[in-house]
């Protein structure tokens, strides 16, 4: 599993092609071509996975019970609009207008990389969400790091 981190500006240009990071290239292990899938997240961004992450997750979620109807509507919506993209000869990639759309993405933009993701920002979104902070981060960062299966995970047996 990777490890991406970083934040990096970018911008569309007219075609809606978005000139990938260096550094977040360096952070990507080469296997033959660079070919990642992109798809609607949470929050309203995009969510850009290299396609060997992609496939895992995939793989996991193909595993769902589908005679339960909250795993057909969820499959539906996880895959509405992942498409898969290679990285051109001028490490660009041309990302659907369909899903810029749906994230308000005009031309500029923020990748949030963390974990084996990045997400795909409207800049001035991802700015206010950031503003947005929690009132206490520290209260936060105690309820989410804090329980694993109910359990502190800190306390000592």
Same mark, same amino acid.
């Given at each position: 599993? @990777?490890?991406?981190?970083? +934040?990096?500006?970018?911008? &569309?240009?007219? *075609?809606?092609?978005?000139?990938f990071p260096a550094g977040l290239k360096k952070q990507i292990p080469v296997s033959g071509e660079m070919k990642?899938? @992109?798809?609607?997240?949470? +929050?309203?961004?995009?969510? &850009?996975?290299? *396609?060997?992450?992609?496939?895992?997750?995939?793989?996991?979620?193909?595993?769902l019970n589908m005679y339960n109807r909250?795993?057909?509507?969820?499959?539906?919506?996880?895959?509405?609009?992942?498409?898969?993209l290679t990285l051109d000869l001028s490490n660009r990639l041309l990302i659907p207008k369909s899903l810029l759309?749906?994230?308000?993405?005009?031309k500029e933009i923020t990748l949030f990389a963390y974990g084996n993701r990045v997400e795909i920002w409207d800049?001035?979104?991802?700015?206010?969400?950031?503003?947005d902070e929690p009132e206490n981060f520290a209260v936060l960062a105690e309820e989410v790091m804090c329980?694993?299966?109910?359990?502190?995970?800190?306390?000592i047996s």
């Open positions: 599993m @990777i490890n991406l981190i970083g +934040e990096f500006d970018c911008k &569309l240009d007219e *075609k809606c092609r978005m000139l990642f899938v @992109i798809s609607r997240g949470f +929050e309203q961004c995009l969510v &850009l996975y290299p *396609k060997t992450e992609w496939d895992q997750i995939s793989n996991e979620v193909n595993q909250k795993n057909r509507e969820f499959v539906r919506y996880f895959y509405r609009g992942a498409t898969e759309t749906y994230a308000g993405i005009n800049k001035n979104k991802y700015e206010t969400l950031l503003t329980k694993k299966d109910n359990k502190d995970i800190y306390e």
